[in-house]
Each structure stands twice: as structure tokens, then as C-alpha cells.
């Protein structure tokens, strides 16, 4: 029986029998998706009809064995820091998840807050808080999934998607937050953004993303672990 990856928990509330047995589902097929917090994931999963707990790459690993593992297409969606964060952010206002202390408090406040003083390489924190990068990465820096896509450039990378997973599904967003004032990207202080700048560090490198002043998207070719990674398992 698959136990569930260290911090993965149901997207929506049902019982650990029923979350089991669709995640088993999923594992069934050639491809499996690793859904990173607040990118794009429950989009993704319902497009392609599959569910998919979160959990590192290195947790699914642990869980199912590495030649499975090799076995599978695995792909993944990063996101650009900046605005993966004021998504958190929006996310933890709309359901509740906001410490007592930080509610009602400044996008600013909540950043200093939630980042501060925190090591990114401290997988013992909240997972949701993770940069991309241990998501798909190994403790040496080799990936562990054959594909990562920008969520920026998804419409774009639809066709990949389905041709690395041989479907046809088609693509609708859903569970996007909706920016408000007080929690755009344009609404972090540039002392808000040092701060995200030196915690996801790696994710800024690994998949092109600019700091503010700088392009949003670097091109593809600065982006070492965008793209195809690893050789595509051909179907039998």
C-alpha cells in the first residue's frame, strides 16, 4: 500500500482510502506530474484527469522505487518567485491559513514574516514554502523529472505537455487566484523582493527567472533545467 510522501496532503478534503486510490490511479499510467504549490498544478491534474498529491520528486522516489521512477515521464511546473508568492499569499488569506498574527497584515509583513531568517535548504519547513528547485532536483543538483515548464509559458508548452504525456487533453485554469490590490508583484517593496531574491536563489538561476529590474523571463538557454532534462521512455 502507497504511503503518502512526507507533507503531501489532499487537495481537497476526503478520506486517506479515496486519496490513495486515485493516486494509485495515476501511477498507473506512463507520466506522472509533480505538482509544486501555486503552479499551476490543479490545472494540470484536472486537464489531465489524474490527481496528484504534492510531493517532491525525491518523496515520490522514496515512496515507489527508483526504476519505477525512470520508468515514468515525469515532468513539473515552476513558477517565477515574485508572483508564486503573492500567490501563497492570496491563497493563505482565501482559505484561512494565515497565522492569527498575520492576518489582516501587509503583503510586506507577511513576507518578512514567513521568510526571514529561514534556511531554503530546510526541507523541514511548510512544504508549500519550498523553492522549486528541491521539487525536481536531487541534494547534488541532477533532476529528477524528464520536463519542467514555466507556468509563464504554459499556452505555449501545452503541445508539449501532451505529446510528453500522448494526450490530447485540452487545458483550463482553475484555482487561480485573483490579484487584488495590496497583492500584485508590483505591490512588494524592493526590500520584500531582496529577501525573496536571496530564498529562492536557486529557483531565480535554475529556471531563468529576472529580479526585479530585469526581464521576467530569461531566454531558454539561461534556464539550465528548463525544458527536455532527461530522455523520454518510449510506450511499449
Known sequence: MLTHPVHAAPKYRMSKELSEKLTLASLQRPYFFVHIP??????????????????????????????????????????????????????????????????????????????????????ELFHTFHPCSPWVLDGEGNPMVKLVCRLEEIDQDWQTIQDFTETDASLTVKNKTIPSGGTRVEDLSDRSCALLDWYFAEDFKNFGYGRRGEPRLKPREEAPFVGRLLPRTRSH
Not at 48 to 60: E, K, R, S, V
Not at 67 to 95: G, M
Open 38 to 123: 501555486k503552479c499551476g498544478g490543479t490545472s494540470v491534474g484536472d486537464a489531465l484527469g489524474g490527481f496528484y498529491l504534492h510531493g517532491t520528486a525525491a518523496q515520490w522516489v522514496a515512496q515507489v522505487g527508483a526504476q519505477f521512477w525512470a520508468d515514468l515521464n515525469t515532468f513539473a511546473l515552476v513558477r517565477h518567485p515574485y508572483e508564486r508568492v503573492c500567490s501563497l499569499f492570496r491563497y493563505s488569506e482565501a482559505i484561512g491559513e494565515l497565522n492569527p498574527d498575520m492576518r489582516g497584515a501587509s503583503i510586506d509583513d507577511w513576507v518578512l514574516n514567513t521568510f526571514a531568517g529561514q534556511n531554503p535548504s530546510d526541507l
